[in-house]
């Protein structure tokens, strides 16, 4: 008497109050308030840096591009993104007070984990001041090739290469900021 369909699957039969819940949520309503309570929370993935363990110099969103050899030899720019560019140094008390440059996309895939050092810079995209250049070790997710036979730790390890990354930060004043926090922090 209120649903419709056979054996297992019954589905509520539609009705002229369920019918005009498009016009309750329009103007507010009892079920338009149910139906939101009902509905799942929407995931938002949030990045959050362990801030027991690291100082953040710097921190904001950025659409990461590395620079790929191609089978014919030529590079192109790869994306690899939009997450979050940090640089953090660990908190005192730590092993070693070096600066890291950090890039995570919004689901958390880590693909830049590079340390700074005293030759790292900085290279300003003149006629694009939103962006800019930089020299980043960056993770490698490449899977070997199917049915090839060895060290099967190895597939865990991950692999690192310095390449040369173009960044995105939205505005000129950004890519200003990050390069003073690499220009001060770096070893000299």
Sequence with gaps: SGTVGAGPFKFPVPTA???ASG??????????DTADEEAPPKFKPELKVDEAVWNVLFS???????????DNGAADWEGRG???LT???PKQGSSSGKTYVMFSTDVGKQHVASQLYN????????NQPSKCR???NVLQYDLPPAGKQGDSAAADKPKHAVQVCMLTLGSAQKVEEFTQVIEQHKPK
């Design 134 to 136: 930089m020299s980043l």
């Design 119 to 126: 030759n790292s810079a900085v290279m300003p995209i003149s």
């Design 87 to 89: 640089v953090r140094q």
């Design 23 to 32: 016009s309750a949520a329009a103007g507010g309503g009892a079920e338009a």
């Design 82 to 84: 939009l997450g979050m």
């Design 60 to 70: 904001n969103k950025a659409r990461l591009h590395v620079r790929v050899k191609k």
């Design 17 to 19: 109050a369920a019918g």
